[in-house]
């Protein structure tokens, strides 16, 4: 699917998206600063030194000190958050809207007070030719991203304290890791340019003032959370913006409604698996999306509703206009419980048939309700609904290719929990061979 970007022929207007939002991110920031009363008068008594204390560049601090609003929006700013300067300027939002209009003040109220700009002005249509001419030009890019293989794992904190604390050789820890030493081998021969992981924020970058169902990545830089320990000894994320903003853009055209994050600490359930699968390493070797999903506070989205989310990420992978290789990783689980009388719950015989089922009937497996999740694999095993997205975003799932098992895990136990590790390499079909 093609990104629709047709918004942008209505003239006289400036639709606020990813790419807008991405250079006006620090002007609209600076706006949102001026909330309150003390950095308002601070703005006030030097204006040109508070802006000066903003990574801004020059066009934009230019656009607020000469008071040219259409400038300040041409570069990323939005009438909402400039609304916040204009106040502190004393202007209403009708003197803000009027000033874009080239019209004065008195002409802008007169023109609202008989009746508002007329909507059928031929100066306020779009062009439909122009309009026609670029639904038109709709072809599948030449070249594109692709997905190379799936990683499932589970993401146990404790595992990434047994690397952080040197323990991985301890009696108890070297079965689990043994059951990665193929996957360590694998993974430093098949670095992708990025991988998009999905994982459960286990209450440190969200708190229950905001609980948002699928959070995409959409920051070029992600901090490792502390929960409470410290922050892990491992390096922050490098997102990839550009790949990020394309699949938000795609995923919410095809209906799934997610959260952007811009900054957000990621937390063990992201960087357990980076540490599982590429060791103790200065820099992590790719770029990574991450891709949160509410399993914390119900209702969590269904299994079917993540395999579906899944299969449009693929689509909007396969739509980047650019040669990447993107591997897409699922965590969380096996089956596990860490509260109540029932704590320590473990079924093998569960997690080996969603294991099973994983790789020979993903359809199937979607459809799992959420009941069985918990009766079977424990109140934290319903973090295996996010392993359904990974699973969705390979290609056989829609008879475009095949899969393959690179390598099988399973043990008991990581701390609470059983540990199930899996990797699928993806063999997508060209479109032409289908
Ligand atoms: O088994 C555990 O200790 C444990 C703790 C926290 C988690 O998020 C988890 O998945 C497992």
Avoid at 76 to 102: D, E, H, P, R, V
Avoid at 186 to 191: D, I, K, L, R
Avoid at 288 to 298: D, F, K, R, S, W
Wanted: hydrophobic fraction near 40%; aromatic fraction near 8%; proline fraction near 6%.
């Amino acid at each position: 699917m093609a990104i629709d970007r047709s918004y942008r022929l209505v003239p006289g207007t400036t639709i606020f998206d990813a790419e807008q939002s991405a250079r006006g991110y620090h002007l609209n920031q600076f706006c949102m600063s001026l909330m309150t009363a003390e950095n308002r008068a601070a703005y006030l008594a030097d204006e040109r030194a508070y802006l000066d204390a903003w990574p801004l560049r020059e066009e934009q601090k230019r656009a607020l000190l000469e008071r040219d609003l259409n400038a300040a929006m041409r570069e990323g700013g939005n009438i909402y958050f400039l609304a916040k300067w204009g106040a502190t300027l004393g202007f209403s939002f009708q003197q803000m809207a009027g000033s874009m209009t080239g019209m004065t003040e008195q002409e802008y109220r007169d023109m609202m007070v008989s009746g508002g700009r007329s909507a059928t002005a031929p100066a306020s249509r779009i062009d439909h030719a122009v309009l026609e001419a670029a639904h038109a030009d709709q072809a599948p890019p030449a070249e594109h991203a692709a997905v190379s293989a799936a990683v499932f794992t589970s993401h146990v904190p404790a595992i990434g304290a047994a690397i952080d604390h040197g323990k991985t050789d301890e009696p108890y820890w070297q079965p689990v890791f043994a059951g990665y030493e193929h996957s360590r081998r694998w993974a430093a021969e098949h670095v992708p340019d990025v991988i998009v992981l999905v994982y459960n924020d286990h209450a440190s970058a969200f708190d229950l003032s905001l609980v948002p169902t699928f959070v995409l990545g959409t920051g070029a830089a992600y901090p490792t959370a502390d929960e409470g320990y410290g922050p892990r000894p491992v390096p922050g994320v490098e997102g990839d913006p550009e790949l990020a903003a394309h699949l938000a853009h795609c995923l919410i055209q095809d209906d799934f409604d997610l959260t952007l994050a811009n900054e957000m600490p990621v937390d063990h359930g992201l960087t357990v698996p980076l540490s599982l699968m590429f060791g103790e390493v200065e820099r992590w070797p790719c770029k990574v999306i991450p891709l949160h999903v509410n399993v914390v506070q119900y209702p969590v989205p269904s299994g079917a509703r993540c395999f579906e989310l899944g299969r449009a990420l693929r689509r909007a992978v396969e739509s980047y206009p650019r040669p990447l290789d993107v591997q897409v990783w699922g965590t969380g689980g096996m089956s596990h419980q860490l509260q109540g009388p029932r704590a320590g719950l473990i079924n093998r015989e569960w997690d080996n048939a969603f294991l099973d089922r994983l790789v020979a009937d993903p359809a199937g497996l979607a459809r799992v309700p959420h009941l069985e999740y918990v009766e079977e694999a424990g109140s934290e095993g319903i973090e295996l609904v996010m392993w359904l997205i990974a699973r969705g975003a390979l290609s056989d799932v829609d008879d475009g290719g095949s899969v393959d098992v690179e390598h099988r895990f399973y043990h008991v136990p990581a701390s609470n929990t059983a540990v199930g590790h899996l990797i699928l390499n993806n063999h997508h079909r060209p479109a032409e061979e289908n």
